[in-house]
Nanobody, 124 residues
Framework: QVQLIESGGGLVQAGGSLRLSCAASGRTFSNYAMGWFRQAPGKEREFVAV????????RYADSVEGRFTISRDNAKNTLYLQMNSLKPEDTSVYYCASASTPWVPPGEGLYVYWGQGTQVTVSS
């Protein structure tokens, strides 16, 4: 049974930082691309970042480029999202997702497993 468990969310002031983690189990973590997505109240879920299975390739949404960094530790089966210079508009529930291939282009296709989400709230 595949499980993705996010952690690290919380309340932070604008300009602050948070690091999200996603612990994976139940499949060979290092074989698959991983992504972060977010969903704000009343809005559709949106792509945030993706990282290749090897960690060698990453892509970001324009809204977070230069502020967020996605990374992974395949030895620990863990995905990370370092979020700096946070803005109130980054307030969302953040989800990690596991793809079905070693790489997927930015977007929501080809993700087969999802975590339960972790709330990030940025106050102004």
């Amino acid at each position: 049974q595949v499980q993705l468990i996010e952690s690290g969310g919380g309340l932070v002031q604008a300009g602050g930082s948070l690091r999200l983690s996603c612990a994976a189990s139940g499949r060979t973590f290092s074989n698959y691309a991983m992504g972060w997505f977010r969903q704000a109240p009343g809005k559709e879920r949106e792509f945030v970042a993706v990282i290749a299975a090897s960690g060698s390739n990453t892509r970001y949404a324009d809204s977070v480029e230069g502020r967020f960094t996605i990374s992974r530790d395949n030895a620990k089966n863990t995905l990370y999202l370092q979020m700096n210079s946070l803005k109130p508009e980054d307030t969302s529930v953040y989800y990690c997702a596991s793809a079905s291939t070693p790489w997927v282009p930015p977007g929501e296709g080809l993700y087969v497993y999802w975590g339960q989400g972790t709330q990030v709230t940025v106050s102004s």
